[in-house]
């Protein structure tokens, strides 16, 4: 089992940042890929951003040069820096660690790659 703990969410005003950090513990050996989804209010679950074992990243459309990813193995954490912020990008943020190495949509995460593990989230308000 892995436990992962998101922290760093809240309340900010458009053009801020924000940065997401997600810690995991338990059998972090099993650990390869690692994410963040998000979730608005009435939308479905997506990608923002994901890192391979090996340090490859994948990032939404919408966040490309906005937010970047990265992790650090040796505190078994990733993070999530967010500058630019939009009201668009308000949303409850999901931590994700896959026993897979796959960093792509939700979608196809959920369908065939079940073998992942999520945070209980955290909310990031931006304010316009």
């Known amino acids: 089992q892995v436990q992962l703990v998101e922290s760093g969410g809240g309340l900010v005003q458009a053009g801020g940042s924000l940065r997401l950090s997600c810690a995991a513990s338990?059998?972090?050996?099993?650990?390869?890929?690692m994410g963040w989804y998000r979730q608005a209010p009435g939308k479905q679950r997506e990608l923002v951003a994901a890192i391979t074992s090996g340090g490859s990243t994948n990032y939404a459309d919408s966040v490309k040069g906005r937010f970047t990813i990265s992790r650090d193995n040796a505190k078994n954490t990733v993070y999530l820096q967010m500058n630019s912020l939009k009201p668009e990008d308000t949303a409850v943020y999901y931590c994700?660690?896959?026993?897979?190495?796959?960093?792509?949509?939700?979608?196809?995460?959920?369908?065939?790659?079940?073998?992942?593990?999520w945070g209980k989230g955290t909310l990031v308000t931006v304010s316009s």
């Open positions: 994700n660690a896959g026993l897979d190495d796959y960093s792509g949509s939700y979608s196809r995460r959920r369908d065939y790659y079940g073998m992942d593990y």
């Open positions: 338990g059998s972090i050996f099993s650990i390869n890929a």
